[in-house]
């Protein structure tokens, strides 16, 4: 095993000669700047434009050590099964964190579920017993949830990642039905309120409504868009879409199954990224290295890994986001991560499916 010192040299003369800073160097610091004089002052922290992520959803961040790899600078984890102390402990190791967490499903094992109304739940998701789609259109529904952003902020949260909202897109089994039109109106609600406790709020996928939600959120997180060759519904997010506006980061998460015959360094930073074997099924035979460009768009022109396909920030992970990551220069980091027996949806399943687009699970080879 290296030790952290050795580490550094080593991977600086296998780091490829454009490589953004992905170590513990700051963020892009002209970029945060700028952002910071054009937008409005708010109270709550908002992340910069340009900027890496680690999302870690299986497990949760071990800080025991009192530190944290990568310093991406904004980790989003999960809100009910993270600690506290472990979030306060992230900010003072100079991490901001996004709380994840379901708004617009019901899971039958949260300490919350008695507050559901019969009315408020609809179909079972297919596969995933327990866990229901919520009718965002009503009250009550609002008033659960907003007990799950009073918690957020008591835990310290930077800003939460409140998921499911494209109910609209689902067979959920509600008359008349939900439709985007809804899923705006309560994401509205929403982030009025999250605001109005020092957070910032982001928006996953939910292409259709990017346009209306614009306002009302702080960044956006969007998965496979490379995969299902959406990535250009976000132009007009991570650019100005209208005069007086600037642009909002968007945080994008495509999926690799590997495996790594090298060794890591104590604090888990891959020493050998050549020894990766990387595979994703919907680009097969491609080389690690032109996966991981097709992955992170840098074959589009004029595209590098410091100049990103329509300012999206790309990272390449495996579909139980766990502690690995891959980023688009092709360093490897692993998060240290502990178990929390975090709860399955379903005998088997991960937890985090939620986070997967529905359909998308079983054909990426979840479990
Ligand atoms: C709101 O969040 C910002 C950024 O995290 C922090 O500096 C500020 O102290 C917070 N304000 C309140 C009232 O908690
Ligand atoms: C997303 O991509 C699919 C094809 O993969 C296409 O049918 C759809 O219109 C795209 N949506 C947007 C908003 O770009
Ligand atoms: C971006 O906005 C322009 C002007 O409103 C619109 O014509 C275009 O379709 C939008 N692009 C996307 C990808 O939504
Ligand atoms: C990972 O491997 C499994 C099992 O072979 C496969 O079903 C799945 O599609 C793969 N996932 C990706 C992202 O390629």
Redesign the pocket.
Same mark, same amino acid.
């Given at each position: 095993m290296v030790r952290s010192p050795m580490v550094v040299s080593l991977i600086g003369s296998l780091a490829v000669s454009n490589a953004i800073p992905t170590g513990d160097l700051p963020l892009s610091e002209p970029v945060v700047a700028e952002r910071m004089e054009a937008q409005p002052a708010v109270s709550y922290w908002t992340p910069p434009l340009k900027s890496n992520i680690q999302f870690v959803l299986t497990g949760i961040p071990d800080v025991a050590e009192n530190y944290i790899r990568p310093k991406v600078g904004i980790y989003e984890i999960d809100m009910f099964y993270t600690p506290e102390a472990t979030i306060r402990k992230m900010n003072e190791l100079g991490q901001k964190v996004i709380c994840y967490f379901s708004a617009a499903t019901a899971e039958n094992w949260r300490d919350d579920y008695k507050n559901f109304q019969k009315a408020d739940l609809g179909l079972e998701l297919p596969d995933w017993p327990g866990e229901k789609y919520l009718d965002i259109r009503r009250d009550n529904v609002f008033k659960v949830i907003s007990k799950r952003i009073d918690l957020a902020a008591k835990k310290g949260c930077n800003a939460i990642e409140p998921d499911n909202v494209d109910v609209y897109s689902n067979d959920n089994g509600f008359k008349p039905a939900i439709v985007p039109d809804d899923t705006v109106k309560y994401l509205h609600k929403v982030s009025a309120y999250a605001r109005s406790l020092n957070m910032s709020v982001g928006i996953k996928n939910c292409i259709e409504i990017l346009g209306p939600i614009f306002d009302d959120v702080d960044f956006a997180i969007s998965e496979q868009c490379v995969q299902y060759h959406n990535c250009t519904a976000y132009t007009n997010f991570t650019t100005a879409p209208r005069a007086n506006t600037i642009g909002k980061p968007v945080f994008e998460v495509e999926?690799? %199954?590997y495996t790594y015959t090298g060794e890591w360094s104590d604090d888990g930073v891959a020493l050998q990224p050549e020894l990766f074997k990387t595979? %994703?099924?919907?680009f097969p035979g491609l080389t690690n290295e032109k996966l991981r460009r097709k992955l992170c768009n840098l074959d589009e022109p004029g595209v590098t890994v410091d100049k990103p396909y329509l300012k999206i920030n790309t990272i390449i992970k495996?579909?139980d986001l766990d502690g690995f990551i891959m980023f688009c220069d092709g360093k490897v980091e692993k998060t240290k991560t502990k178990d929390v027996g975090q709860r399955r949806g379903a005998p088997g399943k991960m937890l985090r499916r939620s986070w997967v687009r529905e359909k998308e699970w #079983? #054909?990426?080879?979840g479990t």
């Open positions: 999926y690799v %199954n595979k %994703n099924v919907d495996t579909l #079983r #054909r990426m080879g």
